[in-house]
């Protein structure tokens, strides 16, 4: 009999589905060995691109010297909107109003305008900075509320969700509150910057390596650009250093820019644009005005919902359609409205055009939720937990604003299973004993504590991109490769994916090969987002291992002449009749029998559908859940804090593998905290971004995390019939740092005895959180000045 290769386990498989299995490149990471696209070697004569940008945010440009840039030393060529032979533009929507370069107009400070390609890195840079250039400046609208008084356009149509009757509902409730919150963006800051490598080929053919989470766009951009069908353009990623939507579109340009190089020299082009000029160049999360009227009775029952969700969106469409119409469909939370009108506007700024983030919307219209909550609650005299509470779909009624039944709803089962775990009563009572005693002595320090959930929708609301393709091979070692249209930017799908197919051969997960993305291998790929990549990609790598055991299932009944029912496949071997044979062996035996041993795969998710115009349908296949306990204290003196302690609880299915999900969770949790908290982005009068670096822009670091970090998973099936019945884990944690912002606002409210609303904005930084204390204190003061009167 032939010897396996491979070690196998014949009583389980090592890394199928359900196991805590590393990240397939953890160890890469630790150990420095993981190839990105900079570190891959160097083609023969490569070039290196850099950008040329603007320094003016809105007017004509009157003219544009760039004779210095063209003699500068090590320069092979100027890129300028006349080098490109298609399709000046990079949208990734049907506005087409993204171009590579302005023909005339600049439409925020930073736009690119021109590129250098030259010998070095260094003296592309060099020369860019010798371009003269005049503009006919025209004011710029930067801001919301300049662009609501300048009666700017839309990038995109607005959408609006409508159920019952608001005006009736609101003016007969008891109680009505009509307030304003401003929720500032936030910078992706993945580790790895934008790049692309651009190589030519034969018959005007380009690949392209490209730090993407959308190869397929990529793929179509260029060729559009270039005046190519797309089969002339291939793209290959095997791993990114970071994403979180800021690659989802917008590597279009970089990859085009490094394309028209490498058409226009006939040589490897690579653009890697420094920090800076990456975020400078780059969109952002949307930052909004969130504009809101709820009305409610005594017991804290809301009756009736208005909310204007207004985006600064910046100068092109980009994805923020799709990103306003997303923070409709998460305006509810985990809430009932019996009567609610919801709108969007995607405002058009004077700025960099922003672009998905990491939740793509919802996180925002979670905010609006829970802000109400937090001001009835206020309203009230009462705990912001017992309102929520009050408001959880169920008996009172499940259908969302967008008219979809919430089916199997788990906020209350969380909610209940966190808030004892955690303590949160006793914990709360103690809280805010300690703080009268700090009230009473003029202490310093004061604590909060806030408990939220989230509801998070999982599918792409364009049903279209909800579709996938896998391609999977066995070799006649038995050893298997895997390919797919999803990327991996550190979030663990390709080891996920890995360990589905693991599983459906019940082979131990070293006997399969993850290979990189390309277009050459799956056409067509949708994003990797949504949180929909290991659901849409595990299913499809599912799909073709099923394609081709039903074939060797066929072979073993014509082979050995048993009937179906007795072929088994089992860990490391496949049982046939009432003999057991060597996964490899019995491999090797249908290659020799011509059987075929590799399959495509394609999924696409059943059951959704969605009419945007009349606001109706299903737009989510299921909805995630979870809850989080957050505790901070609060130097009243300089408005400083600190996250105390975490517990969350969170519903991930059947977890396929639970340390990659814990460890997006919690990954997930900083980076919303550092959104809710401490990453603010400003601009100048003149549009320039002076948050552009590490020095002016403060993510979360180790220190900044939860003293205490207590994450619990749980584990309990999908209802509906996903990957192994698992449910997505990307977006939905980065909603539960919402937490930290109210328990903020609740060590906040303390200095005034709880009596006022903190009204407390968001990013709650060190300077905002003190401004919102000395506010609370003097109204409270005033308010008892008038009292005593």
Same mark, same amino acid.
């Given at each position: 009999?032939?010897?396996?290769?491979?070690?196998?386990?014949?009583?389980?498989?090592?890394?199928?589905?359900?196991?805590?299995?590393?990240?397939?490149?953890?160890?890469?990471?630790?150990?420095?060995?993981?190839?990105?696209?900079?570190?891959?070697?160097?083609?023969?004569?490569?070039?290196?691109?850099?950008?040329?940008?603007?320094?003016? +945010?809105?007017?004509?440009?009157? @003219? /544009? $010297?760039?004779? #210095?840039?063209?003699? !500068?030393?090590?320069?092979?060529? =100027?890129? %300028?909107?006349?080098?490109?032979?298609?399709?000046?533009?990079?949208?990734?929507?049907?506005?087409?109003?993204?171009?590579?370069?302005?023909?005339?107009?600049?439409?925020?400070?930073?736009?690119?305008?021109?590129?250098?390609?030259?010998?070095?890195?260094?003296?592309?840079?060099?020369?860019?900075?010798?371009?003269?250039?005049?503009?006919?400046?025209?004011?710029?609208?930067?801001?919301? +509320?300049?662009?609501?008084?300048? @009666? /700017? $356009?839309?990038? #995109?149509?607005?959408? !609006?969700?409508?159920?019952?009757? =608001?005006? %009736?509902?609101?003016?007969?409730?008891?109680?009505?509150?009509?307030?304003?919150?401003?929720?500032?963006?936030?910078?992706?800051?993945?580790?790895?910057?934008?790049?692309?490598?651009?190589?030519?080929?034969?018959?005007?053919?380009?690949?392209?390596?490209?730090?993407?989470?959308?190869?397929?766009?990529?793929?179509?951009?260029?060729?559009?650009?270039?005046?190519?069908?797309?089969?002339?353009?291939?793209?290959?990623?095997?791993? /990114?250093?970071?994403?979180?939507?800021?690659?989802?579109?917008?590597?279009?340009?970089?990859?085009?820019?490094?394309?028209?190089?490498?058409?226009?020299?006939?040589?490897?082009?690579?653009?890697?644009?420094?920090?800076?000029?990456?975020?400078?160049?780059?969109?952002?999360?949307?930052?909004?005005?969130?504009?809101?009227?709820?009305?409610?009775?005594?017991?804290?029952?809301?009756?009736?919902?208005?909310?204007?969700?207004?985006?600064?969106?910046?100068?092109?469409?980009?994805?923020?359609?799709?990103?306003?119409?997303?923070?409709?469909?998460?305006?509810?939370?985990?809430?009932?409205?019996?009567?609610?009108?919801?709108?969007?506007?995607?405002?058009?700024?004077?700025?960099?055009?922003?672009?998905?983030?990491?939740?793509?919307?919802?996180?925002?219209?979670?905010?609006?939720?829970?802000?109400?909550?937090?001001?009835?609650?206020?309203?009230?005299?009462?705990?912001?937990?017992?309102?929520?509470?009050?408001?959880?779909?169920?008996?009172?009624?499940?259908?969302?604003?967008?008219?979809?039944?919430?089916?199997?709803?788990?906020?209350?089962?969380?909610?209940?299973?966190?808030?004892?775990?955690?303590?949160?009563?006793?914990?709360?009572?103690?809280?805010?004993?300690?703080?009268?005693?700090?009230?009473?002595?003029?202490?310093?320090?004061?604590?909060?504590?806030?408990?939220?959930?989230?509801?998070?929708?999982?599918?792409?609301?364009?049903?279209?991109?909800?579709?996938?393709?896998?391609?999977?091979?066995?070799?006649?070692?038995?050893?298997?490769?895997?390919?797919?249209?999803?990327?991996?930017?550190?979030?663990?799908?390709?080891?996920?994916?890995?360990?589905?197919?693991?599983?459906?051969?019940?082979?131990?997960?070293?006997?399969?090969?993850?290979?990189?993305?390309?277009?050459?291998?799956?056409?067509?790929?949708?994003?990797?987002?949504?949180?929909?990549?290991?659901?849409?990609?595990?299913?499809?790598?599912?799909?073709?291992?099923?394609?081709?055991?039903?074939?060797?299932?066929?072979?073993?009944?014509?082979?050995?002449?048993?009937?179906?029912?007795?072929?088994?496949?089992?860990?490391?071997?496949?049982?046939?009749?009432?003999?057991?044979?060597?996964?490899?062996?019995?491999?090797?035996?249908?290659?020799?029998?011509?059987?075929?041993?590799?399959?495509?795969?394609?999924?696409?998710?059943?059951?959704?559908?969605?009419?945007?115009?009349?606001?109706?349908?299903?737009?989510?296949?299921?909805?995630?859940?979870?809850?989080?306990?957050?505790?901070?204290?609060?130097?009243?003196?300089?408005?400083?804090?600190?996250?105390?302690?975490?517990?969350?609880?969170?519903?991930?299915?059947?977890?396929?593998?639970?340390?990659?999900?814990?460890?997006?969770?919690?990954?997930?949790?900083?980076?919303?905290?550092?959104?809710?908290?401490?990453?603010?982005?400003?601009?100048?009068?003149?549009?320039?971004?002076?948050?552009?670096?590490?020095?002016?822009?403060?993510?979360?670091?180790?220190?900044?995390?939860?003293?205490?970090?207590?994450?619990?998973?749980?584990?309990?099936?999908?209802?509906?019939?996903?990957?192994?019945?698992?449910?997505?884990?990307?977006?939905?944690?980065?909603?539960?740092?919402?937490?930290?912002?109210?328990?903020?606002?609740?060590?906040?409210?303390?200095?005034?005895?709880?009596?006022?609303?903190?009204?407390?904005?968001?990013?709650?930084?060190?300077?905002?959180?003190?401004?919102?204390?000395?506010?609370?204190?003097?109204?409270?003061?005033?308010?008892?000045?008038?009292?005593?009167?």
């Amino acid at each position: 009999m032939h010897k396996p290769i491979f070690a196998l386990n014949r009583d389980s498989i090592t890394g199928g589905v359900y196991q805590s299995t590393r990240h397939d490149s953890g160890h890469k990471h630790v150990a420095g060995e993981a190839f990105y696209i900079d570190d891959m070697p160097e083609p023969a004569g490569l070039l290196h691109a850099a950008l040329g940008l603007s320094h003016c +945010a809105h007017g004509l440009i009157t @003219g /544009m $010297d760039l004779s #210095a840039v063209t003699t !500068s030393p090590g320069v092979e060529a =100027v890129l %300028t909107v006349d080098d490109i032979p298609g399709v000046n533009d990079v949208s990734p929507s049907n506005h087409h109003d993204d171009p590579i370069f302005p023909e005339k107009r600049v439409m925020f400070y930073g736009q690119p305008l021109f590129a250098v390609i030259a010998r070095t890195r260094n003296e592309a840079r060099l020369a860019a900075a010798k371009a003269k250039i005049t503009y006919q400046q025209e004011p710029p609208v930067l801001t919301i +509320a300049e662009a609501r008084k300048a @009666g /700017m $356009d839309y990038v #995109a149509e607005p959408m !609006s969700l409508n159920r019952g009757d =608001v005006e %009736t509902a609101m003016a007969a409730s008891p109680h009505r509150i009509k307030r304003s919150m401003n929720l500032g963006g936030q910078e992706h800051f993945y580790l790895e910057s934008h790049i692309a490598l651009a190589i030519p080929g034969e018959d005007g053919d380009i690949t392209l390596y490209s730090s993407t989470q959308h190869p397929s766009e990529i793929q179509h951009s260029v060729a559009h650009v270039l005046g190519v069908p797309s089969n002339a353009v291939t793209v290959e990623i095997r791993r /990114m250093g970071g994403a979180f939507g800021g690659k989802e579109t917008q590597g279009n340009i970089f990859a085009a820019i490094a394309a028209l190089g490498a058409r226009k020299t006939g040589q490897a082009v690579k653009l890697r644009p420094d920090r800076d000029d990456d975020m400078v160049a780059t969109g952002k999360r949307h930052d909004f005005v969130i504009d809101y009227e709820v009305g409610f009775d005594d017991e804290g029952h809301i009756l009736a919902v208005d909310i204007v969700f207004a985006a600064r969106c910046g100068f092109s469409a980009d994805l923020s359609g799709p990103v306003t119409d997303r923070a409709l469909f998460h305006a509810d939370n985990a809430y009932f409205y019996p009567h609610v009108r919801l709108n969007a506007q995607p405002w058009r700024t004077h700025t960099v055009s922003n672009t998905a983030f990491r939740g793509f919307g919802g996180p925002q219209g979670v905010i609006g939720a829970e802000r109400m909550i937090e001001e009835i609650a206020y309203a009230l005299g009462k705990d912001p937990l017992e309102i929520r509470k009050l408001n959880f779909y169920g008996e009172k009624g499940n259908l969302t604003p967008y008219h979809q039944t919430v089916e199997s709803d788990l906020s209350a089962e969380i909610i209940a299973k966190l808030e004892a775990s955690c303590d949160y009563q006793a914990r709360r009572a103690a809280i805010r004993e300690e703080n009268a005693r700090e009230n009473a002595k003029g202490g310093l320090f004061r604590r909060g504590i806030a408990l939220t959930p989230v509801k998070f929708g999982i599918s792409f609301t364009n049903s279209w991109q909800n579709q996938a393709g896998a391609l999977v091979n066995v070799y006649a070692d038995g050893s298997v490769s895997v390919n797919h249209g999803g990327t991996e930017m550190g979030q663990g799908l390709y080891i996920k994916v890995a360990q589905v197919v693991a599983q459906a051969f019940q082979i131990d997960l070293d006997m399969v090969k993850i290979t990189p993305t390309t277009t050459a291998k799956i056409p067509n790929t949708s994003p990797t987002a949504a949180s929909s990549g290991t659901d849409l990609n595990g299913m499809a790598a599912l799909n073709a291992c099923n394609n081709i055991k039903e074939r060797l299932v066929a072979f073993a009944c014509d082979k050995f002449q048993v009937p179906e029912d007795q072929i088994e496949f089992l860990p490391g071997r496949v049982r046939v009749g009432n003999r057991e044979i060597e996964w490899p062996d019995f491999v090797k035996e249908a290659y020799s029998n011509r059987i075929h041993l590799s399959s495509s795969g394609f999924y696409r998710t059943p059951d959704i559908h969605w009419d945007r115009k009349a606001g109706r349908g299903r737009a989510f296949y299921y909805y995630s859940y979870g809850a989080a306990a957050s505790e901070v204290t609060v130097d009243t003196l300089t408005g400083e804090y600190r996250v105390e302690r975490v517990d969350i609880l969170h519903d991930v299915g059947a977890s396929l593998n639970p340390a990659i999900d814990i460890g997006q969770i919690e990954g997930g949790f900083v980076q919303g905290m550092g959104w809710l908290t401490t990453e603010e982005l400003w601009w100048d009068a003149k549009g320039r971004l002076r948050t552009h670096a590490p020095s002016t822009y403060k993510i979360p670091v180790a220190s900044d995390r939860p003293r205490i970090f207590n994450i619990e998973l749980l584990n309990k099936p999908n209802h509906m019939p996903s990957i192994h019945r698992s449910k997505a884990v990307g977006e939905p944690p980065l909603v539960l740092p919402i937490s930290v912002l109210h328990a903020l606002s609740d060590a906040v409210a303390s200095v005034a005895d709880y009596k006022i609303f903190p009204n407390l904005d968001a990013p709650a930084t060190p300077e905002r959180v003190l401004f919102a204390i000395e506010a609370l204190r003097a109204k409270a003061q005033d308010q008892e000045g008038h009292g005593h009167g």
